[in-house]
């Protein structure tokens, strides 16, 4: 079972029980500010897009607020973790680690906040590169963490992401692949991302 103290640099904070102030809590006292405003933003999201698709706002908010919870490790530890517990790696996580953060928010997620709700911890575990045949709550809080913006100015995809939401989550999820592989968004292109795009291209058929 996981646990802060794995990391004896990770400061622990005392939790409260709410979700969203011990998230913020743990990512902002290790130094993680632009996560720590980013977290919440993208929970924001998550609820109005919930509510849009008659989605669960709670079970949402749930996977936004902790899916960047493990961005406290540092890369190296993050591959470190991966390679520890014997997990299959992507050519992408080989050379860019961070992405691994996905796949251990949802141990962290687990582990540390006590979340066993399947559907939750899938959200969490492909909320940066999707998966084949993901389920509403995958493409929402994916959709979510790009829409919630964490850089300066308006996402340049946001215009045809939000159109492309009037048809569908998935076909939305379609067009941000697309403008990502199209322009350059992508560190290394990660083979479960081109494994969705795939899916999505017949879904939306």
């Not at 646990?3 to 400061?11: C, H, N």
């Not at 919440?40 to 899916?67: I, M, N, T, W, Y």
């Not at 215009?159 to 939305?172: C, E, G, I, N, P």
Request: neutral net charge; hydrophobic residues 45%.
């Amino acid at each position: 079972m996981l646990r802060l103290s794995d990391w004896p640099e990770i400061k622990e904070v005392p939790f409260s029980g709410d979700l969203e102030t011990d998230a913020v809590a743990l990512l902002a006292a290790n130094g993680k500010t632009v996560t720590a405003a980013h977290t919440p933003a993208v929970a924001r999201k998550s609820e109005a897009l919930a509510r849009r698709f008659g989605l669960d706002q709670v079970r949402a908010s749930r996977a936004a607020l902790l899916h960047d919870v493990s961005g406290v490790l540092k890369p190296r530890e993050m591959l470190d973790y991966a390679l520890l517990r014997g997990w299959s790696l992507d050519e992408a996580e080989r050379r860019h680690p961070v992405l691994l953060h996905q796949r251990i928010s949802a141990d962290f997620a687990k582990d540390l906040f006590g979340v066993n709700d399947a559907i939750i911890l899938s959200a969490i575990a492909c909320h940066t590169t999707l998966r084949v045949n993901p389920s509403d709550y995958d493409m929402l809080l994916f959709l979510a963490d790009k829409l919630a913006w964490d850089r300066a100015g308006v996402p340049p995809f946001e215009a045809a992401v939000t159109k492309a939401l009037d048809r569908s989550l998935a076909r939305a999820s379609l067009v941000y692949i697309d403008y990502a592989l199209n322009n350059g968004m992508l560190l290394f292109p990660h083979g479960q991302l081109n494994q969705a795009k795939a899916w999505l291209e017949t879904a939306c058929s």
